[in-house]
């Protein structure tokens, strides 16, 4: 069974940087894109950022790029995200998603429980 | 600001078909595969089609996607109390080289 636990969110102020993390299981990590998908309170899902499987390739939303950093370490079947100059409009419940096939955009056939991050100062 | 459009809401009565459109571009879904999703009130989305109308194990096949130039459609048919949800379709887009959602759907079921 493919599982995946976000760890990391939490309350950080204006400007603030934060460290995200999704652990898997259940799958052979390596083999597959992984993404990162926010929803702010009460709004629509998001895309932020995607990984290749290898992590020779990464992709950013026009709206945190220069900002966050997605990484992978395949030895700890665990992606990170890192956010930098945070604002309050990336508040938000932050989705760790696992690619449907190795590449990226197949569409996201598993989700983690979410991890909210809140910018307020 | 999302680049794919979906009307926000959408309702039908039980055993109804209803459907879902989904408009982009030709750098989104008139050159990629479309995706659709569900969302349960207080839940992570759930992949309900994927790459030409395929669904996941366990998606029953009352659900069916249909595409159409730069155009999709969500179809559920023999709508049911627990299909109320939010659905999202979503694409990959060339031209952004990111993957975009849709603006999001309301479906009620009355």
């Known amino acids: 069974e493919v599982q995946l636990l976000e760890s990391g969110g939490g309350l950080v102020q204006p400007g603030g940087s934060l460290r995200l993390s999704c652990a898997a299981s259940?799958?052979?990590?390596?083999?597959?894109?992984m993404s990162w998908v926010r929803q702010a309170p009460g709004k629509g899902l998001e895309w932020v950022s995607a990984i290749s499987g290898s992590g020779g390739n990464t992709y950013y939303a026009d709206s945190v790029k220069g900002r966050f950093t997605i990484s992978r370490d395949n030895s700890k079947n665990t992606v990170y995200l890192q956010m930098n100059s945070l604002r309050a409009e990336d508040t938000a419940v932050y989705y760790c998603?696992?690619?449907?096939?190795?590449?990226?955009?197949?569409?996201?056939?598993?989700w983690g429980q979410g991890t909210l991050v809140t910018v307020s100062s | 600001q999302s680049v794919l459009t979906q009307p926000p809401s959408a309702s039908g009565t039980p055993g109804q078909r209803v459907t879902i459109s989904c408009s982009g571009s030709s750098s989104n879904i008139g050159n990629n595969y479309v995706y659709w999703y569900q969302q349960l009130p207080g839940t992570a989305p759930k992949l309900l089609i994927y790459?030409?109308?395929q669904r996941p194990s366990g998606v029953p096949d009352r659900f069916s996607d249909s595409e159409s130039g730069t155009s999709a459609s969500l179809a559920i048919s023999g709508l049911r109390s627990e299909d109320e949800a939010d659905y999202y379709c979503?694409?990959?887009?060339?031209?952004?080289?990111?993957?975009?959602f849709g603006t999001g759907t309301k479906l009620t079921v009355l």
């Open positions: 979503a694409a990959w887009d060339d031209s952004l080289s990111a993957y975009v």
């Open positions: 790459r030409n109308n």
């Open positions: 259940g799958f052979i990590f390596s083999s597959y894109a």
């Open positions: 998603a696992k690619d449907h096939a190795p590449e990226t955009g197949t569409g996201f056939d598993s």
